[in-house]
């Protein structure tokens, strides 16, 4: 390793760095195999026999240790412990062991360390607790110990842990250092162990030869020639070194050689092209002669990467020496050599390496040649070359077989099985670029050389059956593609799906799997080749539906129909086919892409060659698609095959997508013209195919379609009634109005006389009645909601509320909601969600605040638009009144439970939001002209309504089952507290609306007469709430007066005392003086709390 490593340093520094850096290299390479070196003698150490102690002499060692210790400590404290403090040691000790923790696994140290770890054990100070009230023991000379020196005993686990050092921690954890070492051995055996070391040293030899070329040439130590001819000698060394150690170490010997080889073709390359010191002519030789010794040696030692590596280097040969000027036949026949080289190894050695590489090397490089050099002018000359590489790999894929079969049973080459015919086809396609029929002829050709070769082999075919059925496989495979290259697409085409279908059915009569996969990939062309050629292919004066191109579709449909059936229809084909239901599945498919395809793309075509209007095409392919399934239907039944009756369940999809298309274009009326009769064909037919189909399929397939179908027929009416009526009604509340008639119709005769059809609404009810209805409904509540856009002008009628055409049409809404939604309930299809009430609620009231702000807006002027009402404080006090009105109109009469709580949660959201009404409205509001008599006007009448609505509220709420007497205390303390800002509020608004203070927070604060009432009111407030608490013999409500009062005395002290001046500081000092001595009179105490409260 030593003097390896060292090497490997020496020509890399040499390499890069010169004379200097080889010098550094090889210290550095040496150095680093010393390390290494020593790191596997230390690693062996404890394994060698009779090296170094032993692990029971160590373990050993330790234990003299540990009871000298322990010796020198019972010597230690036997002077100064009697009995409690051998008891109190005692239990130390069990303390101590039961709290230290095991130590992890430890690996042994050398005797040194151990024996320094225990000097410094001994040497450390044995701190002993003296025993109250016994004699002090006699003290030793070298060591004095008194009662407060002593430090107390602390336990190891409460101990702190300090900084371990390699000098007094004598234990290292051996998982850590292991896994490491693990990790850097194998890491070191990948790269160096075995056979990686000779890869690593021909790799590195490579780049130093490399390197050492360039830094020769740089500095003209030596001439070229010595140079060059040193290299050589090195290349003959390593070849004999390699065939003297070529039965000691084959493997590394073999690796040498191949060193050599690759050193030689370098030499040679760069004495040609680098430095112009051979001739082209007289480097190929040199070459081939390495290539051959190659060969040579590669045979006598069976050693393929010999073989490879010669090969490779003579494959390039001609690459590297080239000039760009030399003749393709001299190429060419060079490969020739060297192939029939590679077909005489193959003759004796079965080498899948060297085959595969002649392959890549020789039809590559043709390849390149062809891209860049080939004319139509050398065909002569290329195509012998051409064919003689086909016959070449052709005959050395035989021989791989045949020889691998003496060992492994039916094992063929697949690469160069069908990748020779595959570069042989693709550089003939291009060879006879030009030549009429010559790839057809080609095909043929190729297609009776493989079925010579397979006839050749049919007495083998038990023992190389897969190779007889590739080469059967290939022949089929020409003579397929002679077709398409002999004839035109669409003969092409439907010869194809004939021979795929016909083949498929062979295979299932002799239950051969090869033959079956054949007549599916064949159908998979035809397809396929029908895409490239035949599709965009037109007869001028061609009818239609009778023309080549149609018919070719048809055949592809027919054929994939008819291969489905020979897979699904057979119960016994699921024995010897693996995965047949994903086949026939697949090949099903395959048939219906091409019939639908073909039809639909048949009437576009017709489409744009008449000028069909959108409306007319879409209509063409309604009725192809009633054709299909109906014909689906029929061959279903006919070949007792159910799978073909599927794609008539798919006549209601197509058949809703056709109608929002329909709607989409918006050219008119889709029963229009031939609409009129189309339409309603599909509809008779999809309603009958779907009462042929309840035998043979389940109502969870069924149901799904009538609800499609249901509403695929409500879309077509209403784009029908739009375009009927868009001609004679007008904009405004009639085209809003005229949208919610046809479907609320629609919906209440569902819901109602729907019924009286035993077939299919009975039937089917939850399909009609549920999920056909929903969407139904659903579009009605959302025209409810988008309606509220509209002003309801209904000219040339007046507006007259509930009673113009956009109420109506609510009304009508309503009514079949409220219908649909008993009928669902009584037939037990659907549950109650409580959401569904609140969202008609919500719809209602939305409804009716639509119609105050409309009849507002006709009879009043307002604008009929919500921010109208935001800035208007009389629009809001309108609305206000009509919202209590609301919550008043559903709590106060009601009775029954369930009612009750739809009514209390539908309502709590309004009275939340009246309320935060009332608090902006105070805040903010002075009133209208009719303030200046208190509560008597309208803003503080809508405050008492808001309030009544709250009340009445939280107490119908317990009846509503809501937890609200958990929140009592609070309630009242916020419902207090916000009658207090009104109560103020109006105190202001009289001080505003009389004495003309500014209703503004700046100064109403800064209004001398505003801070004087304030603490006059609330003194009479406090006043009042302390008389009827103490007349009712309610404590926390005297309490909540007095902390008015409390408030207000604080406020007269701090704001009045220094604000208030003059008259107003006196009349509000008596005046709160007076009430407070009344109050004292009246209720000087808080009555006495209620039992239970």
Known sequence: MLWILGLIGLIVGASVWGGEGAVVGAAVGAALGWVLRENAQQDALPVRKGEGPSLAQRVSALEREVAELKRALGAAGAGYANGAVDSETSDYSETVRSEVPERPPVIPVPASHSAVAATAVSAVPIPVAAAPGSAPAPMSRTQVVSHQDVPEIVPVSAASPRPASSSDMPFVVASDIDFAKHLFREALDW??????????????????????????????????????????????????LGWRLRTRRPGYALAVQGAGVGVLYLTVFAAARLYDLLPAGAAFALMVLVCGLAAGLAILQNASVLAVTGSAGGFLAPVLISTGGGSHVMLFSYYALLNTGIFVIAWFRAWRVLNLLGFVFTFGIATLWGVLSYKPALLSTTEPF?????????????????????????????????????????????????????????????????????????????????????????????????????????????????????????????QRRLPLWCGLLLQFAAGFAFLAGALG?????????????????????????????????REQVRT??????????????????????????????????????????????????????????????????????????????????????????????????????????????????????????????????????????????????????????????????????????????????????????????RAYLLWAALPLAALLWIWSLASLVSDGAADPLPFVPFLNPLDVGQMLVIVALVLWRRRVLALELASQPRGLEYAALGTVFLWLNAVL?????????????????????????????????????????????????????????????????????????????????????????????????????????????????????????????????????????????????PYTLHDLAGSTLVQASLSVFWTVLALLAMLVATRRAVRSLWLVGGGLLAVTVMKMFLVDLSFLSGVARIVSFIAVGGLLLLIGYLSPMPPAAKEGV
């Open 191 to 240: 790269l160096l162990g075995g056979n990686s070391v000779a890869r690593v040293g021909i790799l590195i030899l490579f780049f130093g030869v490399a390197f050492l070329l360039k830094y020769a040439a740089d500095n003209s130590i030596l001439p070229v020639e010595f140079r060059l001819a040193g290299v050589c000698l090195g290349a003959v060394g390593l070849l004999a």
């Open 537 to 569: 292919d037109t007869e001028p004066g061609a009818w239609p539906v009778f023309n080549a191109r149609y018919i070719g579709t048809m055949l592809l449909a027919l054929a994939g129909f008819f291969s489905a059936w020979c897979l699904l229809a």
């Open 853 to 997: 702000l409309r009849t507002l807006h006709h009879h009043f002027g307002v604008r009929y638009a919500v921010p109208e009402i935001l800035e208007s404080l009389n629009l809001q006090l309108v609305f206000l009144a009509g919202w209590g009105a609301i919550v008043l109109a559903a709590l106060w009469r009601v009775r029954e439970p369930a009612v009750v709580r739809v009514a209390a949660f539908a309502s709590a959201p309004l009275v939340l939001v009246m309320l935060l009404w009332s608090l902006y409205a105070n805040l903010t509001q002075p009133g209208t002209l009719l303030g200046r008599i208190p509560l008597l006007n309208p803003l503080d009448l809508i405050m008492l309504l808001t309030f009544g609505a709250a009340v009445l509220w939280w107490l119908r709420a317990p009846v509503a089952g809501l937890p609200v007497d958990l929140h009592t205390r609070a309630a009242g303390a916020l419902g207090a507290g916000i009658v207090l800002i009104w109560l103020n509020a109006v105190l202001l608004r009289t001080l505003h609306h009389w004495q003309g203070v």
């Open 576 to 765: 010897w086919v693996p995965f047949v239901q994903e086949w026939g599945l697949m090949v099903a498919l395959w048939g219906v892409w091409w019939w639908l395809g073909g039809g639909v793309f048949e009437i576009w075509h017709w489409h744009v060659e008449q000028g069909w209007s959108v409306q007319d095409l879409l209509r063409g392919w309604l009725l192809f698609a009633v054709l299909s399934a109906w014909l689906a239907h029929l061959g279903s039944r006919a070949a007792d095959w159910p799978l073909a009756g599927f794609p008539a369940l798919g006549l209601t999809p197509v058949q809703a997508l056709l109608c929002i298309a329909s709607c989409a274009v918006w050219t008119g009326p889709p029963l229009g013209g031939s609409g009129l009769l189309t339409w309603p064909l599909a509809f008779v037919a999809s309603w009958w195919l779907l009462k042929r189909q309840e035998a043979a399929h389940a109502d969870t397939w069924l149901a799904p379609l009538h609800t499609l179908l249901f509403l695929t027929l409500c879309v077509l009416l209403s784009d029908e009634g739009y375009w009927r009526l868009r001609a004679f009604v007008p904009e405004g509340a009639w085209s809003w109005a005229a949208w919610t008639f046809g479907h609320g119709c629609l919906l209440a005769v569902l819901a109602g006389a729907g019924l009286r059809l035993h077939w299919p609404v009975r039937r089917f009810a």
């Open 386 to 510: 051409l064919i003689l590489f086909f016959l070449l790999y052709t005959g050395i894929a035989l021989l791989y077989a045949l020889r691998r079969s003496v060992q492994l049973t039916g094992y063929v080459d697949g690469t160069l099985i069908f990748g020779t015919p595959l570069a042989m086809a693709g550089l003939q396609a291009a060879l006879m670029r030009g030549t009429p029929f010559g790839m057809a002829w080609s095909a043929v050709a190729m297609a009776a050389f493989y079925f010579a070769l397979a006839a050749g082999l049919l007495r083998h075919r038990q023992r190389l059956g897969l190779l007889f059925d590739a080469l059967l496989a290939l022949g089929v495979i020409f003579a397929t593609l002679a077709i398409p290259l002999g004839f035109d697409g669409r003969t092409t085409c439907a010869v194809w799906a004939l021979e795929g279908a016909g083949v498929v059915w062979i295979a299932m009569r002799q």
